[in-house]
């Protein structure tokens, strides 16, 4: 079974930064995309970035140029460099590993808070 694991969470003023990591274990034998997702209150779930297999990423509009997902195959950790924070960014961030290629897939994490405030 694999699991999933957001960490790096927190309350950080406007313009502020904060780095998220998603750890994902268990029986995974082979590199899989990885992204990262989140939800505001009363808003739907929504892409923020992701990152292939072979590290090509992807970004939402809403964050090109302020957000960096990269990755590290050795430890099936993904991470979300977040720069120049925003209140609108204020959410539960959610991860996921994308293993539907194998038919065995999306599994996701329990989410970490991210509050962008003053």
């Known amino acids: 079974q694999v699991q999933v694991v957001e960490s790096g969470g927190g309350l950080v003023q406007p313009g502020g930064s904060l780095r998220l990591s998603c750890a994902a274990s268990?029986?995974?034998?082979?590199?899989?995309?990885m992204g990262w997702y989140r939800q505001a209150p009363g808003k739907q779930r929504e892409l923020v970035a992701t990152?292939?297999?072979?590290?090509?990423?992807n970004y939402a509009d809403s964050v090109k140029g302020r957000f960096t997902i990269s990755r590290d195959n050795a430890k099936n950790t993904v991470y979300l460099q977040m720069n120049s924070l925003k209140p609108d960014d204020t959410a539960v961030y959610y991860c996921?590993?994308?293993?539907?290629?194998?038919?065995?897939?999306?599994?996701w994490g329990q989410g970490t808070q991210v509050t962008v405030s003053s």
């Open positions: 268990g029986y995974i034998r082979s590199i899989y995309p």
């Open positions: 996921n590993i994308d293993r539907r290629r194998d038919r065995l897939g999306t599994t």
């Open positions: 990152i292939t297999s072979g590290g090509i990423p």
